[in-house]
């Protein structure tokens, strides 16, 4: 089918043309394919994928959203002739088809009959093995040596590199959420010589090969925001940055200068906000690092629930997330919400918080506990945003960082300055806030 976008205002009918074959992207950026240029659009706001046979729509975790005749969309959704869908909360269109040309038919009808034809062909002979498939296996096959050898650091760039091409190459794009690792070492496993679980030497090697923190980092200890001046500010928020690195386990070295710079501006333009949540937020603090802990997550994860709602349980965003965690409908519903119209467990702290620790420890175990980091991004933008980033680089999971990423330009706007804000919040929870003066005299 041939389709295209119109404006839902026909005073305003403008149209935009969706090609046959491919992905446009849709959002404010110069540089998508359909650029919408309005406040509440994020840079890349979603995506619309398909063939001549359909298209489906999905949401690129913008963060006011995108509605399917006023329904969220939580996950890629097919598009049908007269469906309205609201991007943000500014721009309306609707989508309209009309019948392809049979011409045009022919060639992709030709193309699959050769895809077929090869494929049957390969059934026949049978002979032939996916070299990528194999290729991770002699990977991982090297990553069980390793380990067993007691080389936990060499065994878990092995697995990772193994898991890393089969992300490259589009293994996992179907992978269910949190479970990318465990699907490509499923895939891996036939082709071992020995039957071993590759999954749970994975998680081994992660805990036994994360080396201890310099103890300086480790101390409790430290300098105050509140009672610093102009000139130690600076410091200040490196020395408690690292600690809050170190304390979500880790690395605090190698952080760019300007990631501590970002922090400080955090501290200076959300100063009310962080002022107010973080009164607000002290009679949860206790139950939300109960329920992370209990997860063997860092309980300085609780500051995720600052950013998102400032600590308010029953926060509404415009996209339609609710509570503490800003969940949508379609994620809640997956660890065990109740969301309908009788009840929406979202806005229960103590459920939505055991929800919310499940989600970020299917995240940790999908990019690694030593790159939390990644797991922070996934949760603003959506995992399979990041996987699509990590697919870019050249090995995904040995040079994956979420340090590789901002570098390389793979990562929108919003998620590069999700984790400073993160980490304002965090910093002003462990050594008090700043005052506003000494902001804006050291430069902030």
Same mark, same amino acid.
């Given at each position: ?43 890349? =706001? &979603? %995506?619309? #994928? +398909? *063939?001549?046979?359909?298209? /489906? ?87 069980? =040596? &390793? %380990?067993? #050898? +007691? *080389?936990?650091?060499?065994? /878990? ?89 170190? %304390? ?197």
């Amino acid at each position: 089918m041939r389709a295209c976008f119109v404006h839902a205002d026909p005073s305003r009918r403008i149209a935009a043309s969706l090609p046959v074959w491919g992905e446009v992207i849709v959002g404010r950026d110069a540089g998508v394919d359909l650029v919408l240029d309005r406040p509440s659009i994020s840079r890349r =706001h &979603a %995506a619309i #994928s +398909g *063939n001549p046979f359909g298209r /489906k729509i999905e949401d690129l975790g913008s963060s006011n959203g995108t509605l399917l005749n006023g329904h969220p969309v939580t996950s890629p959704i097919p598009l049908r002739a007269g469906d309205t869908v609201c991007f943000g909360s500014e721009v309306t269109l609707v989508y309209e088809e009309e019948p392809i040309s049979l011409r045009l038919l022919v060639i992709p009808a030709l193309v699959l009959l050769i895809v077929l034809t090869v494929a049957g062909l390969g059934v026949w002979y049978g002979d032939k093995q996916d070299p990528i498939i194999e290729e991770a296996a002699v990977l991982a096959a090297q990553g069980v =040596h &390793a %380990a067993h #050898s +007691g *080389n936990e650091l060499d065994a /878990k760039a092995k697995l990772r590199s193994a898991v890393g091409l089969l992300y490259k190459h589009g293994y996992l794009d179907s992978a269910p959420r949190g479970r990318g690792a465990d699907t490509a070492f499923a895939l891996i496993q036939p082709h071992l010589s020995e039957n071993v679980d590759l999954s749970a030497i994975f998680r081994d090697v992660l805990k036994s090969s994360r080396p201890p923190p310099a103890r300086s980092l480790v101390d409790a200890g430290g300098c105050r925001l509140d009672r610093v001046g102009p000139r130690e500010l600076d410091m200040c928020i490196r020395e408690r940055a690292q600690q809050v690195l170190v %304390a979500l386990q880790q690395e605090p070295r190698g952080v760019p200068d300007r990631f501590f710079r970002r922090i400080g501006e955090r501290l200076r333009r959300e100063h009310a906000f962080l002022e107010q949540a973080l009164e607000r937020g002290r009679p949860l603090i206790p139950m939300l690092q109960r329920e992370l802990v209990a997860a063997h997550l860092p309980p300085d994860l609780h500051y995720l629930a600052l950013i998102e709602s400032g600590y308010r349980t029953k926060a509404v965003s415009p996209a339609g997330a609710v509570g503490l965690w800003q969940f949508m409908p379609g994620t809640a519903r997956q660890y065990g919400l109740r969301v309908d119209g009788r009840r929406d467990e979202r806005k229960d702290p103590e459920k939505s918080t055991r929800a919310a620790a499940r989600y970020l420890r299917d995240l940790t175990f999908e990019f690694g506990g030593d790159a939390l980091l990644l797991a922070l991004a996934g949760y603003n933008r959506g995992e399979n945003a990041v996987r699509r980033a990590l697919k870019r680089l050249d090995d995904p999971f040995s040079d994956r960082s979420f340090w590789a990423l901002v570098d390389r330009g793979l990562l929108p706007s919003e998620t590069v300055d999700y984790l400073p804000r993160f980490m304002a919040a965090a910093v002003a929870g462990r050594a008090g806030l700043p005052r506003e003066d000494v902001l804006l005299a050291a430069g902030y």
